[in-house]
């Protein structure tokens, strides 16, 4: 069983910076792969950012490539998206999630574990 708790969400200006937080309980994080998603209200819950289990290999969605950027340190169990130029587009909440699949890193059903979510909210 792997508990994730994310932080580090809230109310920013467009333009402005936020790094969000996800910390896992289980001896096993670094054997997992983790990924970012977001839902915002009314719309399905969208892939965001994913990176390997050695935090070698990073994949981003096109609308938030070379602005947002995806790190963990398995030291800590933690996994972090630092999200710099946010636009007002990129309010959602933010959900981290465990990949338990060798399905692809987009698919939703890949994830066995997620966290509560955190609120993003960018002022325009």
């Known amino acids: 069983q792997v508990q994730l708790v994310e932080s580090g969400g809230g109310l920013v200006q467009a333009g402005g910076s936020l790094r969000l937080s996800c910390a896992a309980s289980g001896r096993t994080f670094s054997s997992y792969a983790m990924s970012w998603f977001r839902q915002a209200p009314g719309k399905e819950r969208e892939f965001v950012s994913g990176?390997?289990?050695?935090?070698?290999?990073?994949y981003y969605a096109d609308s938030v490539k070379g602005r947002f950027t995806i790190s963990r340190d398995n030291a800590k169990n933690t996994v972090y998206l630092q999200m710099n130029s946010l636009k007002s587009e990129d309010t959602a909440v933010y959900y981290c999630a465990v990949k338990t699949s060798l399905l692809g890193y987009r698919d939703r059903n890949a994830y066995a574990y997620w966290g509560q979510g955190t609120q993003v909210t960018v002022s325009s």
């Open positions: 990176l390997s289990s050695s935090g070698i290999v990073t």
